[in-house]
T-cell receptor
Framework: EAGVAQSPRYKIIEKRQSVAFWCNPISGHATLYWYQQILGQGPKLLIQFQNNGVVDDSQLPKDRFSAERLKGVDSTLKIQPAKLEDSAVYLC??????????????FGPGTRLTVL | AQSVTQLGSHVSVSEGALVLLRCNYSSSVPPYLFWYVQYPNQGLQLLLKYTTGATLVKGINGFEAEFKKSETSFHLTKPSAHMSDAAEYFCAGGSNYKLTFGKGTLLTVNP
C-alpha cells in the first residue's frame, strides 16, 4: 500500500516569497492533516480536512497560510508571503476518518522549508 | 485542554540496556494516547496507541507502554535497546479529533 506522498522534499526561499506544498494521502483516507514542526518541537496541527471540508483551522495563520483539498483527495498548503519564522518541516498525514479520536494518523516524509 | 509533557529532551542508553521514555498528560477527559517514532528525514511512524481496555499496550519493534491513570502517565519502555532504536520519539494525546504532541525525546544508543 502506498504511503502519504509529499512534494517537494526541500525548499529554500527568501522572505516575502510564496511557496506551495503538495500532499497525496493514502487512498481511501477521508481525513487529511497538515502539521508544522519547528526544530526541537513536536508537530503542531495547522489544519484538518474531512473529505473536502475544513473541520479545524484554528491554528492556521490565515493572513498568510491557505490550504485546500479539492475533490477530497490531494491537498495543497500555501504560504504567501513567507516569514523567517515559517522555517520548519511541514508534515502531511491522513487517516481513515472513521473515528477521529482514535484513528491512526499516517505521516508523509515532510517538506523542509528554509526561509532566508 | 489536552497537554502532553515529555520529560527529558535527550536520553542516552547503552546497547542492550533498558529504554524508558517518560510522558505525562493532562486532560479532563479520558485520553487517547500515542507514541510515534521519527527517524532522520522521515515522517512519524506509529509505535503504539492506547484507546480503551488493557492498560499495557504492546507496539512494534519490542516497545510497550503502560497507561496509568492515577499518575497521568504513559511511559514507553523497551527491555533491551538496539542501535536501530536511535531516533526521536513523540508522545501524543488525542481527544475528540485533535492530536497534541509533546516536544519529543531524542534517543541515542551507544555501542
Amino acid at each position: 500500500e502506498a504511503g502519504v506522498a509529499q512534494s517537494p522534499r526541500y525548499k529554500i526561499i527568501e522572505k516575502r516569497q510564496s511557496v506551495a506544498f503538495w500532499c497525496n494521502p493514502i487512498s481511501g483516507h477521508a481525513t487529511l492533516y497538515w502539521y508544522q514542526q519547528i526544530l526541537g518541537q513536536g508537530p503542531k496541527l495547522l489544519i484538518q480536512f474531512q473529505n473536502n471540508g475544513v473541520v479545524d483551522d484554528s491554528q492556521l495563520p490565515k493572513d498568510r497560510f491557505s490550504a485546500e483539498r479539492l475533490k477530497g483527495v490531494d491537498s495543497t498548503l500555501k504560504i504567501q508571503p513567507a516569514k523567517l519564522e515559517d522555517s520548519a518541516v511541514y508534515l502531511c498525514a491522513s487517516s481513515l476518518g472513521s473515528d477521529r479520536g482514535t484513528d491512526t494518523q499516517y505521516f508523509g516524509p515532510g517538506t523542509r522549508l528554509t526561509v532566508l | 485542554a489536552q497537554s502532553v509533557t515529555q520529560l527529558g529532551s535527550h536520553v542516552s542508553v547503552s546497547e542492550g540496556a533498558l529504554v524508558l521514555l517518560r510522558c505525562n498528560y493532562s486532560s479532563s477527559v479520558p485520553p487517547y494516547l500515542f507514541w510515534y517514532v521519527q527517524y532522520p528525514n522521515q515522517g512519524l511512524q506509529l509505535l503504539l496507541k492506547y484507546t480503551t481496555g488493557a492498560t499495557l499496550v504492546k507496539g512494534i519493534n519490542g516497545f510497550e507502554a503502560e497507561f496509568k491513570k492515577s499518575e497521568t502517565s504513559f511511559h514507553l519502555t523497551k527491555p533491551s535497546a538496539h542501535m536501530s532504536d536511535a531516533a526521536e520519539y513523540f508522545c501524543a494525546g488525542g481527544s475528540n479529533y485533535k492530536l497534541t504532541f509533546g516536544k519529543g525525546t531524542l534517543l541515542t544508543v551507544n555501542p
